[in-house]
């Protein structure tokens, strides 16, 4: 099977049958993560060649789910083909838990091992130089409440969007964050980051809402949220002001996580900070360029010769 070959499913029987994939996908508990959900199980339905809502999960058996991994794996990077064949699980026991799907079927069906392998991980870290030019160029007190937050609170883009005012305790210097999971978590700011705050409410006003607001070119407040994708654009625009290489709202929260790892911080105190349920999660935040590694590397013998090869 090579990665371009649309997968061709042995027969199946029944007709295609919506109601678990609905049921899966209204598993996640905000718009981020259904949206994450149906791309993983789009994936699933593209290797076969369909649309998601015309797979006929409850009749996939468990040749069927075996080819769909081989499918997969040759197609995707590990972690990407895990996801999808997660999303696979997913359906399938939704199906069986609306009688669509007999037990024994179900358990063999769902049997597929997880793909091996892993892929250097995404993102990138600032350097401080690249941090400071971006700070400096941020004009306006809005952009630097923005950067305030991703970076000096590690929120994540869709938690910087939803805080809202009453979030941020002015007199204990903490914000108050429901994240991922509806879990609820207080960050302590670092003190910087305090008065850049208040100076974003005195332009803002204290009037109830979500803390960070759209501006108008003539630098008047809207009286509505800032979506997650204007700050997606808006963090592009800022490094573009900068001059330096692009840079997403989530290299912000992993150069947060990375800078607390390189001033000796405890993995399961920077876990918390994040929001984080396991530790390993955040350790994958670390891009520190690793210079151990090179100094260990750098003191290796190699035999070298100042003089050319006879040819």
Not at 8 to 30: K, S
Not at 183 to 204: D, F, G, M, Q, S
Not at 222 to 240: D, F, G, Q
Not at 260 to 288: C, E, K, P
Request: hydrophobic content about 40%.
């Amino acid at each position: 099977m090579t990665a371009g070959e649309i997968v061709v499913l042995p027969p199946l029987e029944g007709l295609a049958c919506i109601a678990p994939l609905r049921a899966y996908i209204a598993r996640g508990n905000t718009d981020k993560s259904r949206e994450t959900l149906r791309y993983s199980i789009s994936l699933v339905a593209r290797v076969v060649g369909v649309a998601p809502e015309q797979m006929p999960w409850a009749s996939l058996r468990y040749e069927h789910t075996q080819v769909i991994r081989a499918a997969l794996a040759d197609r995707y990077a590990p972690a990407t083909a895990n996801a999808a064949l997660c999303a696979l699980r997913g359906v399938l026991k939704e199906a069986w838990r609306q009688g669509l799907i007999p037990f024994d079927h179900y358990e063999r069906a769902r049997d597929v091992r997880s793909v091996p392998g892993t892929r250097l991980p995404r993102g990138r870290w600032l350097p401080h130089l690249e941090l400071e030019r971006v700070f400096e160029n941020a004009a306006r007190e809005r952009d630097l409440a923005l950067l305030a937050l991703l970076y000096g609170a590690g929120l994540r883009r869709a938690e910087a969007a939803g805080l809202p005012l009453e979030g941020f305790d002015r007199t204990a210097e903490v914000l108050r964050i429901v994240g991922k999971g509806n879990k609820e978590r207080e960050v302590p700011l670092p003190p910087a980051t305090v008065p850049v705050l208040e100076r974003w409410i005195a332009v803002r006003g204290d009037s109830p809402g979500t803390f960070l607001r759209p501006i108008t070119k003539s630098g008047r407040v809207l009286e509505r949220a800032l979506s997650p994708s204007a700050i997606w654009a808006r963090v592009r625009e800022l490094a573009r002001l900068a001059g330096i290489a692009h840079f997403s709202p989530h290299d912000l929260r992993r150069t947060f996580a990375s800078n607390l790892f390189d001033m000796d911080a405890n993995a399961g105190d920077v876990s918390r900070l994040m929001g984080h349920s396991q530790v390993q999660t955040t350790i994958r935040y670390d891009r520190r360029p690793d210079q151990q590694l090179r100094r260990t590397v750098a003191r290796l013998p190699v035999p070298t010769t100042t003089s050319g090869r006879r040819s």
